[in-house]
DNA sequence: CTTGACTCTATACTTGGGTACAAGGTCGAT
DNA sequence: ATCGACCTTGTACCCAAGTATAGAGTCAAG
């Protein structure tokens, strides 16, 4: 296969497999006479994957960790297991982080005590110096 | 105040405060004959309120808008509520999001079927075409 | 009047993950 | 043999939100 089936197989952009290729995900293809690059069939498959790790949130640097363990075959279980655990961690701040936020935003849009006239009033509040021109 | 401390007052770099006054989040503040800035003392407050945005997940963008809006002094108070609103609602999607990616990379690692010896089977099985390299 | 800390502008670099040319070479069907 | 569709490399650009550096000017204390 060349690289724009492949591409197009894969559902991604042919520069996204180039990218891939550089950026180590992707092994180096063989090369025809012409130097155009052949594929084996699981190129496809190989790529889905790395969209698919790419949806559950992990970095391309994640994704080569994972696929580097693999292709030395030896300490790979508790290493990928330990990638998985990290980026579940890193999720999971990141949720408390965004639920955090989500808070203060709503506390601001709803309970914050301001008349009506205030529904923003948790940024307006922020501009203490310059009642002359405030919102009330 | 000259632009260093204002910007030690606010814990933010020198530079940031001139890439704000770029970005139109700040106003341009007077200069002396030198050609030094000088600014008021709510210099401060506002570099203040815009961090505080954004650890509240609003871009510098979004905040432009909130500033913009509050010094056209009209149309003021659903305009920003809509803001915060809409950043709510992202905020929410992105929990969403983070949410499903949680579960697939939890159930990867705990529920998914496979024997202890797949703790990641999630992603390893992801590279179905070649099991002769296979964790197993 | 020199020294060191500060400031000025302009430009480039960073991270992450791509996307978009440009200028050339190749494939295959007609 | 020619045409369009494909491929090659290299380079540059995009987003956001800064950070870094260079080269020059300024301020204030000793």
Aim: aromatic residues 6%; proline residues 3%.
């Amino acid at each position: 296969m060349r690289i724009g089936q492949v591409a197009a197989q894969a559902e991604v952009n042919v520069q996204t497999v180039r990218l891939y290729e550089r950026l180590g995900l992707l092994k180096k293809p063989g090369r025809r006479a012409s130097g155009y690059r052949e594929y084996p069939d699981d190129a496809v498959t190989f790529i889905r994957f790395i969209r698919q790790a790419k949806s559950l949130g992990f970095t391309l640097n994640e994704i080569k960790s994972l696929i580097d363990m693999r292709e030395k075959g030896s300490h790979t279980m508790a290493d990928m297991r330990a990638v998985a655990k990290s980026r579940l961690q890193a999720i999971d701040d990141k949720i408390r982080q965004l639920q955090t936020m989500r808070e203060a935003i709503h506390h601001g849009l709803t309970h914050c005590g301001c008349p009506e006239q205030f529904p923003a009033c948790v940024f307006v509040r922020l501009f203490e110096k310059d009642e002359s021109k405030s919102v009330s």
